[in-house]
């Protein structure tokens, strides 16, 4: 396609211990060596819900837009900051603006020009949009954007001295689009995406079946901070059974295995000579969603009871075990979390650790008890709890095995597990379907912040309908506060307020591990403290 020099709007398409295991890489090449870094295969279980930027809001699909969409900051290699990627400054220019001059003669690999129309495009479009699964909320502090010129991009802010902002910008709301591809006011969909090649990060899709094979190729126009991609191809194969991904990591079929292995999987590995364990800093935590709307005594439920409700969350938070989940079911790969932002992090405390269970971190059946007769509930309280095994992982049904047999052993509670494949899942769960279900998070930042504001603003990512004024207030406040101490104090009291109200229960905490094979290279830098993976850190030795 030729480089256009007008920029119309066709519309292509309709409409955050130790984690098991967040990267294993195989000890012989599975790919063809076709020169210029050659080629690798990954297998992942993860799954993909969109690679339309507005479309999604989790891990899958951002690993595959971290390949082959610019930012306008990104995260070096090895480092928590965000620096410039395809811009060539970003800066305030005062309180509540943030210029950004982009690099001149940027390209999308299709050749049409990528300047700020495209990136005032990308913004507006995930306000327009605000899909449900998508990450539009992060984008909770911007007012307006403005394009002086064809590459100035000024972002109005509504509140002054935005400490976050930057690393939004670097987070999954922040993948620039090629506005000749993608619908200003609708999700545009994978084929139309990767047909109309409006990439213009380190790699270009060549192919694409979903959820089954990616195909990548290196870009040779990315002008960003990453650099070069240090391998010229790389096919990603997506597995539904994790005991096939690891077969295929023993038998060399593929070069790198980046998420989920089991537990024991990953202890069996550790004795395969033809790989060695890397470990590394992350912010991976899994924890347990309530729907205000539909949990038992919820809002819309026909015995509705703002008390009662809460009581039945906090019966649960009294009598869930964490150090079963971590021992029995990940054998140590997984610690407990007690706060709502993890260990390591400015602003983490252990806030649900002394308010549920014996107060010293184990449950307490009798305080249980004692919190539902207070609310004046008969017991046993059914209740539904979904989860969804390809997404976290084989331990999954395990790890929802422990939390059953809590709730159900205590004769407070008959738990019905259910699990749904992560498609289906992203979709029910934000249609009020699930009374209860797990969630993991993986975290766009390293700032405390992306583990309170993606979930605890009026208008979350959650969607389940929990809104606390004072906390939204709370949380709109510490992002502005430009002293650390008293930013610190807010993040604190945050996470005091919402451990009372206990919208959301987190319980397990992990850091990232890789398993590299000898002819593979790179793979501390994708455990970097950005917590993101890229493909292109990696290269065969």
């Not at 405390?349 to 107060?359: A, F, H, I, V």
Request: aromatic share 10%; net charge negative; glycine share 8%.
């Amino acid at each position: 396609m030729a480089s256009r020099t007008t920029k119309g709007r066709r519309a292509l398409g309709a409409a955050a211990g130790i984690s098991a295991a967040a990267l294993v890489l195989a000890g012989c090449s599975a790919g063809t060596d076709t020169g210029g870094g050659g080629v690798l295969t990954i297998g992942t279980t993860e799954q993909i819900t969109s690679i339309d930027p507005a479309g999604s809001y989790d891990n899958g699909s951002f690993a595959v837009m971290n390949q082959v969409y610019p930012f306008l900051m990104n995260t070096p290699y090895g480092s928590p900051d965000v620096e410039p990627d395809i811009a060539e400054s970003a800066e305030f220019t005062s309180p509540t603006e943030y210029t950004v001059t982009l690099k001149p003669g940027l390209k999308f690999a299709n050749g049409n020009d990528l300047t700020s129309s495209d990136v005032k495009f990308t913004f507006d479009r995930q306000l327009a949009i605000a899909d449900p699964n998508g990450p539009s909320s992060l984008l909770y502090n911007l007012d307006s954007i403005a394009t002086p010129d064809d590459t100035t991009v000024v972002f109005t802010l509504l509140s002054e001295n935005d400490q976050i902002f930057p690393q939004i910008l670097s987070s999954p709301v922040g993948p620039i689009v090629d506005e000749e591809v993608f619908s200003a006011d609708s999700i545009t969909s994978d084929d139309d995406i990767v047909a109309g090649n409006g990439f213009a990060g380190q790699y270009t899709i060549t192919s694409y079946d979903f959820n089954n094979l990616i195909a990548y190729k290196a870009n040779p126009d990315y002008e960003g901070l990453l650099g070069a991609a240090k391998t010229d191809s790389i096919n990603a194969k997506y597995y539904t059974d994790s005991s096939n991904l690891k077969l295929d990591v023993q038998e060399g079929n593929i070069d790198v295995a980046n998420r989920t292995l089991s537990a024991t999987d990953i202890e069996d590995l550790r004795s395969n000579d033809n790989v060695k364990i890397v470990d590394g800093p992350g912010g991976e935590i899994r924890y347990l969603v309530f729907n205000f709307d539909t949990m038992p005594f919820g809002a819309t439920t026909p015995e509705a009871d703002p008390a009662k409700a809460l009581a039945v969350r906090q019966a649960i938070a009294d009598l869930i075990d964490r150090d079963a989940i971590s021992e029995e079911v990940y054998k140590g790969t997984f610690t407990p979390l007690y706060s709502y932002v993890p260990e390591g992090l400015t602003g983490a405390n252990e806030s649900l650790k002394g308010l549920y269970g014996d107060g010293q971190g184990a449950p307490d059946p009798a305080k249980a008890e004692a919190t539902l007769t207070a609310a004046g509930i008969t017991t046993p309280v059914p209740i539904n709890i979904q989860y969804v095994a390809e997404r976290y992982g084989p331990s999954s049904g395990d790890e929802y095995a422990v939390i059953k047999d809590n709730l159900d052993s205590s004769g407070l509670f008959t738990v019905t597990l259910q699990s749904t494949e992560w498609v289906q899942y992203s979709k029910d769960r934000v249609a009020d379907l699930y009374p209860a279900y797990q969630l993991g998070w993986f975290p766009d930042y390293s700032d405390a912040d992306n583990y309170l504001t993606p979930f605890f603003l009026a208008e979350n990512f959650l969607a389940n309908h929990y809104d606390n004024p004072a906390v939204n207030d709370l949380i709109l406040q510490q992002a502005v506060t430009v002293d650390p101490a008293e930013r610190t104090a807010l993040i604190e009291q945050i996470q005091d307020a919402v451990a009372a109200d206990l919208s959301t229960i987190p319980y397990m905490q992990g850091a990232q591990l890789a398993v590299v094979g000898a002819d593979v290279e790179g793979a501390e830098d994708t455990l970097d403290a950005s917590f993101k993976f890229r493909y292109a850190a990696l290269s065969k030795g």
